[in-house]
């Protein structure tokens, strides 16, 4: 029997159909390329821009071989900082010249993993480069949001295999985020309480949809999610910007992010996915009614003119299936 | 140089970024399948559902050979009419169970066409079975919105290749109508003018995005598209209600839709594709401020992380480049 399900915080609504997986169509797949040639190996530094940011030991060059991470602006770039953000009108349009930031974060030289397969160090110097990368953007009075996003597989956009996460930042806050300030301040104006805060501890209680969770974070299936699979993990202290977590965070958030796509990758083999950080966007970092996350969703279906037509998902698993199934890969079923 | 536009009726915002075109992404492909085995094919009736329409000679039986255009159920439904639309709640969480409709319309016997290569009468009888379905759905009390849609091609949702649509529908306005309706009252309330009429007015007058016009019609590329070559086909006259279309729209629908997917067709080869009309919910169909239409997206590109992370589209295409692109197919330099 399908079910219509209302997402909390934004009130948009999925359709969850178990029948529908009954359907023939085939499975996205993931070309694992074993590329000859790519821009992002050891080696090949002056075929990217030059490097905004690097870890590396001291006394290396800019742009020499010694790096274990690196932040290059896109080649290919959105947007760029050539000239600043004036709108301009024309009748009943409005637009903006493309100001902004469209950065490559080079997660390893090690051109054949991913972070189900990287160990604690690797994954945790991803988040910093997130986070020196956030917080250096912020100073930019003209952006208002850094949108931290990862493409992994041609079938979820991504045009390199090399590890590599992106951030985009733009003098507009994206609407999805405005949905969910607003979902979230609607929640906190009438039960003076964070509506994430207050879904963790559902959550917690019902303990149908959680993957994982260690002393910071908890990973759980939303209960409306669009995509099969789809997956948050989100902090369990109330924090409205992801901006500000210090060093015992970042190794549970890189902990449990890594152990989370570890089971989503045990169970769906190699999946092409997005994930993507929501915050609080820069001119209110801070506050009682947002929180923090991270989304991941695999991209095993292909949205159809349904959903592109309605915003309105039709998912053939259930979060609780997704979870149980999930599950029972710890308990040795699988 | 990139550019952030907003759409007036949503205020949803996109990226108009050229250069993101010269990066090196392989286009979506499209299998036309000589597919050797299709339920939707003359003679392979019994394999769908028994219809709930069918344009016939008088004297045909149900589900016999003799149709040129047939409606069943989805065999693989996402909602169904099994249990009334009863709102449960379940602490923070709200569901209903999944009432509603889900059809296909076979568009033709012959498999291997497209609405762009048909006839004149037959996409007439496509639109005239669109409008018989919509208004008898009307009548059903508990249902609110009725999506008509189109997937073409794998990369598009569809799971077969047979000519056909698809409607689905639902005891919940979808989010994109509530937006589209929210973002057009808002207008009305302030100018006292549909805000469709007003974007058709500034077309004709810019007449740089328009693709197609005939007495009744115009189809353009709209000026803040998510998607590259996406095109809107609408009404000339104001009308709120797609139910409610006469023979001369009926014919003038048809023609347009034939001919901007001709276009489309012949500047981009055959391409995936999603269409969907957009309409007046049930309870309010006749009003002054929306404006039914249909919207075409090509589905050449996928989108990824950052716009599902964000909402925000990156278009590596303008709207008046792909309406320079299609009008020069006309002065033949293509």
Excluded at 134 to 142: A, L, R, T, V
Excluded at 199 to 214: A, H, L, P, T
């Amino acid at each position: 029997m399908p079910e219509y399900r209302k997402d909390p915080i934004t009130n948009r609504w999925v359709i969850i159909s178990s029948e529908r997986s009954n359907r023939p169509i085939e499975k996205a797949e993931l070309t694992t390329s074993t590329s000859i040639f790519c821009p992002f190996d050891k080696g090949n530094e002056h075929l990217t821009p030059p490097e905004i940011l690097a870890f590396k030991p001291q006394n290396s060059k800019p742009n020499d071989e010694n790096w274990w991470l690196r932040v290059v602006p896109n080649k290919f770039p959105a947007v760029t900082q050539e000239k600043p953000p004036i709108i301009k009108k024309n009748g009943m349009y409005f637009s903006i010249d493309g100001y902004g930031y469209h950065e490559v974060i080079i997660e390893t030289p090690n051109h054949n993993t991913t972070i189900a397969y990287m160990n604690d160090f690797e994954v945790e110097e991803i988040i910093w480069a997130y986070l020196q990368r956030f917080n250096e953007i912020k100073k930019d009075k003209k952006i208002k949001y850094v949108q931290i996003f990862k493409n992994y597989g041609p079938n979820a956009g991504a045009s390199l295999p090399h590890p590599h996460s992106q951030l985009i930042a733009t003098p507009i806050i994206p609407i999805f985020i405005e949905e969910e300030l607003k979902g979230s301040k609607a929640f906190y104006n009438i039960k003076k309480e964070c509506i994430f805060c207050s879904i963790i501890n559902q959550e917690k209680k019902e303990n149908v949809r959680i993957i994982e969770e260690n002393n910071n974070f908890i990973s759980f299936e939303p209960f409306a999610p669009r995509f099969p699979y789809e997956t948050w993990i989100i902090q369990k202290e109330h924090n409205s910007n992801f901006g500000n977590l210090d060093i015992h965070l970042v190794k549970d958030f890189a902990k449990i992010l890594k152990n989370t796509l570890l089971k989503l990758n045990r169970l769906l083999g190699i999946f092409p996915f997005n994930y993507m950080i929501h915050t609080s966007p820069f001119d209110n970092l801070n506050n009682s009614y947002y929180h923090w996350h991270l989304e991941i969703i695999p991209r095993l279906t292909n949205a159809a003119g349904f959903e592109w037509g309605s915003g309105f998902f039709i998912n053939s698993v259930s979060p609780e299936n997704a979870a149980q199934n999930l599950k029972s890969l710890e308990e040795g079923f699988l």
